[in-house]
């Protein structure tokens, strides 16, 4: 029991190193820039949809108009911004990129692959406005 502190200062060195290790190896590098790469998709996506809706808008003057499930063209627009904004925006882009928590990583994996349905839901009936 003399030596306890250095055993647990020398057990923490040892499980930051090990860390370290896996979080910076090509597996976790390629996983990495997967993630990033359907991040920038469902961005993509969720930016093209805004914009298709919004030309539409513009075009038909058709902020008021009922659109889908008894609600109007503008609530639609304002729901995909809230949604961008709050799941798809550009820090929490970065805060993705510049993480090294594998947990983190599966839990916005998960988060895209919801996003990514919801938005596939909506693109249909906005890509049939064109």
């Known amino acids: 029991m003399l030596y306890l502190p250095e055993l647990i200062i020398g057990f923490f060195i040892l499980l930051v190193l090990l860390l370290l290790v896996l979080n910076y190896s090509p597996k ?5 820039l997967g993630l990033l ?3 920038r998709r469902t961005q993509h996506l969720s930016f093209k949809l805004q914009d298709t809706l919004s030309n539409y808008i513009l075009q038909h003057d058709a902020l008021e108009r009922e659109f889908k499930d008894g609600k109007n063209f503008g609530d639609y627009l304002d729901c995909l911004k809230l949604n961008h904004q709050k799941n798809l ?5 970065i805060r993705v990129r510049d993480g090294i928590n594998p947990l983190y990583f599966k ?10 349905e919801k938005l596939k839901q909506l693109k249909e009936p906005i890509m049939e406005l064109k």
């Open 107 to 116: 839990i916005t994996s998960d988060r895209l692959d919801k996003q990514k």
């Open 37 to 39: 790469k359907k991040y």
């Open 89 to 93: 925006s550009e820090r929490n882009y």
């Open 28 to 32: 976790s590098k390629e996983k990495k």
